[in-house]
């Protein structure tokens, strides 16, 4: 069983920055992905990042250039460092977790394909 507690959203200005963070308990850091995602009211839920097993990241293009994802073993937590923010980005965002199998992105793009869910952080970026 994995637990996964988000922190860090709020209210920032465009142009500002945010640093999400996810905390999760029960999870061995070599043994599951740390999927990051967004929800806009009335969208659907968008893959924003991940943190492989292994230790490396990756983030979508849509964000690349602005976001980046890393990772703290010895805190067992997984960050999301989010700047130049836009009025776009605002959205509850999530993180997630799955047993990794294969480093397979078209998958880890899919929150269908993760076990384990935070209960969202809202980020809400003002013109």
């Known amino acids: 069983q994995v637990q996964l507690v988000e922190s860090g959203g709020g209210l920032v200005q465009a142009g500002g920055s945010l640093r999400l963070s996810c905390a999760a308990s029960?999870?061995?850091?070599?043994?599951?992905?740390i999927g990051w995602f967004r929800q806009a009211p009335g969208k659907e839920r968008e893959f924003v990042g991940i943190?492989?097993?292994?230790?490396?990241?990756y983030v979508a293009g849509s964000v690349k250039g602005r976001f980046t994802v890393s990772g703290d073993n010895a805190k067992n937590t997984v960050y999301l460092q989010m700047n130049s923010l836009k009025p776009e980005d605002t959205a509850t965002y999530y993180c997630?977790?799955?047993?990794?199998?294969?480093?397979?992105?078209?998958?880890?793009?899919?929150?269908?394909?993760?076990?384990?869910w935070g209960q969202g952080t809202q980020v809400t970026v003002s013109s």
């Open positions: 997630a977790a799955r047993y990794h199998t294969m480093p397979i992105l078209i998958t880890a793009q899919d929150p269908a394909r993760y076990d384990y």
């Open positions: 943190s492989w097993s292994d230790g490396s990241t």
């Open positions: 029960g999870r061995t850091f070599s043994t599951h992905d």
